[in-house]
């Protein structure tokens, strides 16, 4: 197992709270099979295991990550040396599901590989729908 000394901040988001600003790499994973849209997995998140495995199970999910951590592991070894923090965003709609499932997999695979792993979940916790904010 290689060990890398570079940090990686892995965070998931919602693009109907706009992007982050601040990562090296976004990325779009509205392609995915959305929960929002089953009914019983719709008041989850990511984090639980059968929304994230509806989402992870699918051709897709299971595809991406595997490509994800491929490319991030490349780009954590081709930083290493240098002082700067690899941030990578993941979005979703709402970033409750799909962006949260994806990130979290890869938080375990890439920490499980020996990369310095900082995982968080921007907007987990806002419930607006898939249409914009609820009004206050």
Same mark, same amino acid.
């Given at each position: 197992?290689?060990?890398?000394?570079?940090?990686?901040? =892995? #965070?998931?988001?919602?693009?109907?709270?706009?992007?982050?600003?601040? &990562?090296?790499?976004?990325?779009? /994973? *509205? #392609?995915?099979?959305?929960?929002?849209?089953? +009914? +019983?997995? *719709?008041?989850?998140?990511? =984090? @639980?295991? /059968?929304?994230?495995?509806?989402?992870?199970?699918?051709?897709?999910?299971? +595809?991406?990550?595997? %490509?994800?951590?491929?490319?991030?592991?490349? =780009?954590?070894?081709?930083?290493?040396?240098? @002082?700067?923090?690899?941030?990578?965003?993941?979005?979703?709609?709402?970033?409750?599901?799909?962006?949260? &499932?994806?990130?979290?997999?890869? &938080?375990?695979?890439?920490?499980?590989?020996?990369?310095?792993?900082? /995982?968080? %979940? *921007?907007?987990?916790? *806002? @419930?607006?729908?898939?249409?914009?904010?609820?009004?206050?």
């Amino acid at each position: 197992m290689a060990a890398y000394n570079k940090q990686l901040v =892995l #965070f998931s988001f919602g693009f109907k709270y706009g992007p982050p600003g601040d &990562a090296a790499l976004v990325l779009d /994973l *509205r #392609f995915l099979p959305n929960p929002y849209w089953v +009914e +019983e997995l *719709r008041p989850g998140t990511g =984090l @639980d295991p /059968l929304v994230a495995a509806y989402v992870l199970k699918s051709p897709a999910g299971v +595809e991406l990550v595997d %490509h994800l951590q491929s490319l991030i592991l490349f =780009l954590v070894g081709a930083c290493a040396g240098s @002082d700067k923090v690899l941030r990578v965003a993941l979005g979703c709609t709402g970033g409750r599901h799909r962006s949260v &499932a994806v990130s979290a997999r890869l &938080a375990a695979l890439l920490s499980a590989a020996g990369v310095d792993c900082r /995982l968080s %979940h *921007r907007d987990i916790h *806002r @419930d607006d729908g898939p249409t914009g904010p609820s009004p206050p």
